[in-house]
């Protein structure tokens, strides 16, 4: 329930009647602006804030003839204020209404996106804490590697999102800039001061130096940041699909009553959430791509920007917006088998701890390679035998002429290899 509001409401900040209504709060900020400086009648500027509204129906209709949405807005805005509307855009821009009202659209949807990645870190560290000490087999290659725990897992998770939400705070700040300079930037029929003025009214940022646009290598940045938060959001799900390997099973998404994993194999609980996620990541990147390719714009400006981002700006927001609410719901419902972790432990029959022999023989004086053959060698008859790696150590006179009984079976404590998980997650603050 709560996923489809911030959907919704993500959805509504990229409507085309919120698109205008932030014009229109930018054209009236830019009169309060010009009355303030004297240039427009107090009397007048009381009439624009009273009449000054728009018609969607009326806007289309209009630019059928301009072909050009911006005049057929303010024709639309004219008709509704009358006379006095000759004061409305008064030396701005397209751009300067467009990039601007932008700028609060974006503002708009960076905020919902910060709160959404502020409630995945939420359940990260519960499921961290809860889990800290569920141990279960790292794995690199897709092998067996050393023990860790679930809860270092999601607290891996956990400060990858914290950076995560470092990056989008920034590039809000970054993308989130109007320019009130005129056709090429120069200030050439406005005052500097109303561009200050109405910037400080609408809480964005200033384009310090601008041409006729905001210049792209912000909303690259912006879009960018997106992709990345995607692409942390497809490394979690992939991970969980990998996890919930019917031969692995360890964890698994959480299966609502009267869900159906298949119309033809009713046994099937498919990890469709992450792979939901996983797919629309590679939008998130593709939508980057255009963005970078957006900031090369010929000399003062271009309209090939314009276009591209009518779709990447909106579309980007809500897909990540819906990814995060799905990791959220995922992550929070996911279901933890602990005994299936300690159960693939064992399967390798305590290869695990190879790396703790090792530094025992050489601590005693081997040489690491001497070392390092005595344990491979026996490491590799537990493959081909499946017998149990400690006793073929406790079986090799190589081994027990250097090491005791007691110390091969201090090497296969499983405390000692994780003592120190509560050094990481104070480092992180879980």
């Not at 079986?395 to 110390?407: G, I, M, R």
Request: hydrophobic content about 40%; proline content about 2%; aromatic content about 6%.
């Amino acid at each position: 329930m709560i996923a489809r509001y911030t959907r919704e409401k993500m959805g509504a900040i990229w409507s085309e009647n919120a698109k205008w209504q932030k014009m229109l709060d930018v054209e009236i900020a830019v009169c309060e602006a010009w009355a303030q400086l004297g240039k427009i009648p107090r009397i007048s500027l009381a009439v624009i804030k009273n009449k000054a509204r728009f018609d969607l129906k009326r806007i289309n209709q209009i630019e059928k003839k301009t072909k050009h949405d911006i005049i057929s807005f303010l024709t639309s805005v004219a008709e509704n204020v009358g006379e006095d509307s000759r004061f409305i855009h008064m030396g701005l821009t397209s751009n300067d209404a467009i990039d601007t009202g932008q700028a609060l659209q974006l503002k708009a949807a960076a905020d919902i996106l910060i709160a959404d990645l502020k409630s995945l870190l939420a359940v990260l560290k519960k499921k961290a804490k809860k889990h800290k000490f569920t141990p279960m087999a790292g794995r690199s290659h897709n092998v067996h590697a050393e023990p860790i725990t679930f809860g270092l897992k999601m607290a891996l998770w956990y400060e990858e999102t914290k950076r995560n939400l470092e990056r989008l705070e920034q590039a809000k700040k970054i993308v989130c800039v109007g320019k009130l300079s005129g056709a090429v930037g120069t200030y050439s029929n406005i005052d500097p001061r109303v561009e200050k003025i109405v910037l400080k009214k609408l809480k964005i940022g200033l384009e310090p130096v601008a041409s006729q646009v905001v210049q792209r290598d912000r909303h690259a940045q912006f879009l960018t940041t997106l992709a990345i938060i995607g692409s942390s959001l497809e490394k979690f799900t992939t991970e969980i699909r990998n996890l919930q390997h019917t031969e692995i099973l360890e964890v698994e998404e959480f299966f609502s009553k009267g869900q159906k994993g298949s119309s033809a194999m009713p046994h099937k609980r498919n990890p469709i959430a992450s792979e939901r996620v996983s797919g629309l990541a590679r939008v998130l990147r593709g939508n980057a791509l255009a963005g970078m390719e957006n900031v090369s714009l010929w000399h003062e400006r271009d309209i090939s920007h314009s276009s591209v981002e009518r779709i990447i700006l909106p579309d980007s927001t809500i897909c990540l917006d819906y990814m995060l609410s799905i990791c959220i719901e995922l992550i929070d419902n996911l279901i933890v088998y602990p005994k299936n972790m300690l159960r693939n432990l064992g399967k390798t029959k305590g290869l695990m701890f190879s790396q703790r022999i090792l530094i025992a023989l050489v601590e005693k004086g081997l040489t690491r390679e001497d070392a390092y053959h005595l344990v491979q060698k026996n490491a590799l008859m537990v493959w081909k035998q499946g017998e149990e790696f400690k006793n073929l150590l406790l079986a090799d006179p190589a081994v027990t002429k250097v090491l005791t009984k007691d110390e091969i079976e201090r090497c296969f404590d499983l405390k000692y290899v994780l003592r120190n998980l509560d050094v990481i997650f104070k480092r992180i603050n879980i």
